[in-house]
C-alpha cells in the first residue's frame, strides 16, 4: 500500500497544475489532480487526504463554494488556496469559509513546500514510546538514536499501534495495509516488532491488537 502524504490539487491550469504535481510528487507526496470543484467532492467521498490545494477561479463550484461544502460536511483537512485573487475582500473570505492557508500567485516553489511540509509536520507529530521515537511525517522508527530499517507494512503497522496507545485496533484496519492479509500472517508481523522493538502488545483475541500504556 502506498503510505505517501495524499494531497488533492484542485487547478484548472493544465500548465500549471502539472508543474505543481511534479513538485509535489519530487518530494515523494502522492497527489491527485482534479479541475473542478464536484471533482473534488467525489475524490474526497472516496479517499482521505492529508492536504487540499484548491486554486479558487474553478469551473463549476469555486474553491471556497468546494471548501465551505467540505467543512459543513465535519471534513477539517487542512486547506490552502492557491489563486490569483489579491484583494483583501478575497482573502479574508477565504479564512472565513476555512482554509488554513493563502498564497497569491505568481509563488515560489520553494515557499510553498516550505508550507507544506509545515502543515504536515505540524498534523503528524513525532510520538515518543519508551527508547521509541516514530516520526509520522517521515515514517522513520527510531530505537535507541538509531533508525531502523523496517519495511513499510512493518512500519503502517506499527503507526497504526502507536497512534492508538491503549486502544485496541482492529485486525481489518491493519489488514488494509497488508499485501497479503491474513489472521496468521498479522501475528507475524506483531511477533516480530515486539521482538525487535521490546514493546508490549496485547491480543484481544478474534478483534485486535493494542499498544499497552507505559
Known amino acids: 500500500m502506498d503510505d505517501r502524504k495524499k494531497i488533492l490539487l484542485l487547478e484548472d491550469d493544465t500548465i500549471l497544475a502539472q508543474t505543481m504535481k511534479a513538485l509535489l510528487e519530487q518530494e515523494n507526496y502522492n497527489v491527485t489532480l482534479v479541475e473542478d470543484g464536484e471533482e473534488v467532492l467525489n475524490a474526497t467521498y472516496e479517499k482521505k487526504y492529508d492536504l487540499y490545494l484548491f486554486d479558487i477561479n474553478v469551473p463549476l463550484l469555486n474553491g471556497t463554494q468546494t471548501l465551505k461544502l467540505l467543512r459543513e460536511a465535519q471534513d477539517t483537512t487542512p486547506t490552502f488556496f492557491i489563486t490569483a485573487l489579491r484583494d483583501t475582500t478575497s482573502i ?64 503502517n503497522v506499527f503507526a497504526l499501534l502507536i497512534k492508538n496507545i491503549g486502544r485496541t485496533v482492529d485486525k481489518t484496519v491493519f489488514f488494509e495495509y497488508m499485501n497479503k492479509p491474513s489472521d496468521a500472517a498479522l501475528r507475524v508481523l506483531i511477533s516480530k516488532l515486539k521482538k525487535m522493538l521490546n514493546i508490549d502488545i496485547s491480543n484481544t483475541k478474534g478483534v485486535g491488537y493494542k499498544l499497552e500504556k507505559l
Do not use: W
Open 92 to 155: 479574508l473570505k477565504g479564512f472565513d469559509c476555512g482554509c488554513d492557508d493563502y498564497i497569491k500567485k505568481p509563488f515560489d516553489p520553494d515557499e510553498l513546500l516550505a508550507r507544506v511540509k509545515a502543515v504536515m509536520k505540524r498534523n503528524n507529530p513525532v510520538i515518543k514510546y519508551k527508547n521509541i521515537t516514530f516520526d509520522l511525517l517521515e515514517n522513520r522508527l527510531i530505537l535507541d538514536k538509531e533508525e531502523l530499517s523496517l519495511g513499510s507494512v512493518e512500519k
